[in-house]
Every structure is written in structure tokens, then in C-alpha cells.
């Protein structure tokens, strides 16, 4: 199994699709891991050199306590990259791992070839992400489990998927949890995103409630210049609900920035 140290955490991560294509990095969301992408995968094996990252604290990273920040998961990511022998590549992360992706073209832009931000936010309510985060490190993961699960999944999504997400949140550090709400909470990218430069895919969920495109997805295609956006059919965690359509809106815009 692959790991990389950094410091504070031990990063786990898994290569996937083929060598010799363009590369792409998926991130996944807080309170999930690199599993989150597991529906998506099929459909971008054959293009892509793919590369996934259990963020710290989740899935099989471990962390040590404490406050995490975006920056410190964005160097986390090229930390990885430089193990898994990716220059450049690009990027699309969900929630969390979007946020990250923002901060990773703005640190990095030279490793950033294009961006698909989905189902995330340049800015979040800091004052109930700090009473999430008391609740986690106080009372543990099952305080928080329904609040999350009512903002991942739509009533649409499959009782396995909703089992499945819910039975992962509940096992996960509390701590993990805590300290990638720590790096949501106090972000600064909504005066920093008009500075990114790569091509720009904003993917919003009709039924996503924590992110929609009121409020969230609209500042990201205000200020991020020449930003596009996709609009799917699916609540927070569209790699689970629209695997294919996901999939779909990645394809024709990576394709078009690789081949175009």
C-alpha cells in the first residue's frame, strides 16, 4: 500500500487508469475517502493517469490532532504527486477536497493544468462549522452523523449508498473530522480566487443543499475568470448520485482543455 510522510500525517493514496495519459488528482470530501470516486472510475480509466488521496485523517491517513489548514492539505497533494511521479496534472475534488483544488492552483500554478471544482464553496458559515467541530471533538462522530447525512445525499440516493456513507462517517476519527473543519472554517479563498489562472469547471448539484449554486457555486464562476459550469442532478456528494453524469461533465471539459 502506498503512503507518503508529511509532516504531522501519513498520507495514503492509490494510482489508477493509464500511465501514459494526462493526469488527474480526485479529492474527496470531509467525512469520506478516496472511495467516494469508486462509481467514477470506470468511465475514466482509459483517459486518464488518475491519482486518489485519502485527505488526512480519513480513510487510511492518519494525522496527528489538532487544527488542519488548506494549505497544509494542498501541500499534502503535492507531496503525494511528487511520490506518484506526476508533474503536472490536473485536478477535481468534491466539497473539501474543491476547496482544496482552489488552493492548489493558487499555491502551485505551475503543477495545476485545469480545475473541476463540484459541489463546493469559496466561503462557508465559519460560526457553525466551529459549533460542528466543538460537538466532533466533544461528543464524537454519531453528534454530527444526521446533519451530515441530511447535506451528502439526497432522498434519491440508494439505500446501500446512504448506509454505506453513513456507516463510514460513524467509524471515522472524530479528530479527522475536526481538523479538516478547522481548514473549512477558516479559509480565505473568496478574495484570493479571482487569481486563478487554469481552465475552470464549476459543477453544482440541483439538490445539493450545504453548496448550492445560490451562494456558492455563483461566486465561484463570478470571480474566477472565464469559469464554466455544469449543472447535474444530484445532492452534495455527486460522485455517489450521478457517477456517469459526473463523469461525463469531466471528460468533455478535460478533453477539450487536453485536446482543444
Not at 194 to 218: M, N, Y
Amino acid at each position: 500500500m502506498p503512503f507518503t510522510d508529511v509532516p504531522g500525517a501519513r498520507i495514503y493514496w492509490k494510482r489508477d487508469g493509464r500511465d501514459d495519459a494526462p493526469a488527474l488528482v480526485l479529492l474527496n470530501s470531509i467525512g469520506t475517502d478516496m472511495d467516494l470516486w469508486d462509481g467514477v472510475l470506470p468511465f475514466l480509466r482509459e483517459d486518464f493517469a488518475l491519482l486518489r488521496i485519502d485527505t488526512r485523517g480519513h480513510g487510511a491517513s492518519c494525522a496527528e490532532p489538532g487544527d488542519m489548514s488548506l494549505a497544509m492539505l494542498a501541500d499534502d497533494v503535492l507531496a503525494v504527486a511528487d511520490t506518484a511521479g506526476l508533474g503536472r496534472f490536473a485536478v477535481a475534488g468534491v466539497s473539501l477536497g474543491g476547496m482544496t483544488a482552489m488552493e492548489l492552483a493558487l499555491r502551485a500554478p505551475k503543477r495545476i493544468s485545469d480545475l473541476a471544482l463540484i459541489c463546493t464553496s469559496a466561503a462557508m458559515d465559519a460560526a457553525s462549522w466551529n459549533d460542528r467541530i466543538a460537538k466532533v471533538r466533544t461528543e464524537g462522530m454519531a453528534a454530527i452523523a444526521d446533519l451530515a447525512m441530511g447535506r451528502f445525499l439526497s432522498d434519491a440516493a440508494a439505500p446501500a449508498i446512504w448506509q454505506s456513507v453513513r456507516r463510514q462517517l460513524l467509524a471515522m476519527e472524530a479528530e479527522g473530522y475536526a481538523g479538516c473543519g478547522a481548514a473549512i472554517r477558516d479559509m480565505d479563498l473568496a478574495r484570493r480566487i479571482a487569481g486563478i489562472a487554469c481552465p475552470t469547471l464549476v459543477i453544482t448539484g440541483t439538490r445539493d443543499t450545504s453548496t448550492p449554486l445560490a451562494g456558492h457555486g455563483e461566486h465561484l464562476l463570478a470571480h474566477i475568470p472565464n469559469a464554466a459550469h455544469r449543472s447535474l442532478d444530484t445532492a452534495h456528494l455527486a460522485p455517489l448520485e450521478a457517477p456517469e453524469a459526473l463523469a461525463g461533465a469531466l471528460l468533455s471539459f478535460l478533453q477539450v482543455q487536453t485536446h482543444g
